[in-house]
């Protein structure tokens, strides 16, 4: 079992940046990505990273934009945001899985965090 936990949410001018952390218990060296959720939307990808940080997905709305990275001497996955806009404004979810690809496709067996809020003003 993985248990995940998030960090690093908050209000921040649109423009600026964020990190979100995501600790991870557990078996270690699994693929982690992360997904958000904005008011009265369905959940949806944001990026992936493979077990050794060797591959990485991201979805269109957040490339060149965000950075997922691995510290897996502390089980620990990051989320780079820059140059944030009022549409990344949603709580975002640390997940863990097999592949990144599996994360990416929602393939289960996926683990989830509670997720963390982000807020984006304009």
């Known amino acids: 079992q993985v248990q995940l936990e998030e960090s690093g949410g908050g209000l921040v001018q649109a423009g600026g940046s964020l990190r979100l952390a995501c600790a991870a218990s557990?078996?270690?060296?699994?693929?982690m990505g992360w997904f958000r959720q904005a008011p009265g939307k369905e959940r949806e990808f944001v990026a992936a990273?493979?077990?050794?940080?060797?591959?990485?997905y991201y979805s269109d709305s957040v490339k060149d934009r965000f950075t997922i990275s691995k510290d897996n001497a502390n089980n620990t996955a990051y989320l780079q945001m820059n140059s944030l806009k009022p549409e990344d404004t949603a709580d975002y979810y640390c997940?863990?899985?097999?592949?990144?690809?599996?994360?990416?496709?929602?393939?289960?067996?996926?683990?989830w965090g509670q997720g963390t809020q982000v807020t984006v003003s304009s």
């Open positions: 990273i493979s077990g050794f940080g060797e591959t990485t």
């Open positions: 997940a863990a899985g097999s592949t990144a690809a599996r994360i990416r496709d929602t393939l289960a067996p996926i683990y």
């Open positions: 557990g078996r270690t060296f699994y693929a």
